[in-house]
């Protein structure tokens, strides 16, 4: 069952989504050498609650026998794709950071993802980032409804597929509003014209999870932490946009 939001809901999932871009803009100016990720966490979870809202991530279950998720954030570096934890990991020169946040504000939720250069970073690197955050716009503009998911999927790997990069086949996009993760499940590939139709009022998370080797990824010892399974990097960028008869509303961005 895939809800259907009313005007009145989407004014109060805008306003849990605006924070996100704020602090995403704030905790940028402290992406350097030398910065931990729990650093990283700090302070973007003190800008949450600052705001009157909650981080929605924290204590979200983990798979069996794995603790609850502990931070604010998913901070991942490199080759890891999502879901690292945020600890004493100091960033260096030509790493990519990977932030993913979210916000529960009187019982609706933002969720959203940005890739970071740390200080400068190989032309590869670079091209990965570039690529993704293209290709999670190419998503976006075909999720309107009347499309189907295989749609958005569809504009994703053909964005990225050409360039020599994977799309992560095990992990997806979702909806979300209410809760943290609701159907549909929004794969970053698809066949054109297939799947779920999209409807007016939908409000998914669109989150292309990309790599530079193959797609397949393992799961580090710590039960959370998603790395690709080759070590090849990996980049990821996350919006929540809200479906409508034209133009999808982009709500993380400020
Ligand atoms: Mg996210
Ligand atoms: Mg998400």
């Not at 050498?33 to 650093?39: D, K, L, N, W």
Request: overall charge negative; proline content about 6%; some cysteine.
């Amino acid at each position: 069952m895939v809800r259907i939001y009313s005007e009145r809901e989407f004014a109060q999932i805008r306003k849990a989504c605006r924070i996100l871009p704020q602090a995403f803009d704030l905790v940028e100016k402290e992406i350097r050498p030398g910065v931990s990720t729990a650093e990283l966490n700090e302070i973007v979870d003190s800008f949450i609650r600052s705001h009157g809202a909650t981080p929605s991530f924290i204590g979200v279950p983990g798979p069996p026998g794995v603790k609850a998720f502990p931070a604010c954030c998913c901070i991942s570096v490199n080759d890891e794709v999502v879901h690292g934890i945020p600890g004493g990991r100091r960033l260096v020169e030509g790493d990519m950071v990977k932030i993913d946040a979210g916000t529960q504000l009187d019982g609706y939720f933002g969720d959203s993802a940005r890739s970071y250069p740390v200080g400068m970073i190989s032309p590869e690197r670079l091209r990965l980032l570039e690529a993704t955050r293209e290709s999670l716009l190419k998503g976006i503009e075909a999720a309107r409804a009347g499309n189907r998911i295989g749609d958005i999927g569809a504009a994703v790997a053909g964005h990225v597929e050409p360039l020599g990069f994977s799309v992560v086949r095990d992990m997806v996009g979702h909806g979300v509003g209410g809760a943290v993760h609701e159907a549909p499940e929004v794969p970053n590939f698809g066949r054109p014209g297939h799947g779920l139709r999209l409807k007016a009022g939908m409000c998914l998370a669109l989150e292309p999870m990309i790599n530079a080797g193959g797609w397949r990824i393992r799961v580090l010892a710590d039960g959370w932490t998603v790395a690709t399974a080759d070590g090849s990097d990996s980049a990821h960028f996350e919006h929540q946009i809200r479906v409508t008869d034209a133009e999808p509303e982009i709500l993380t961005l400020d």
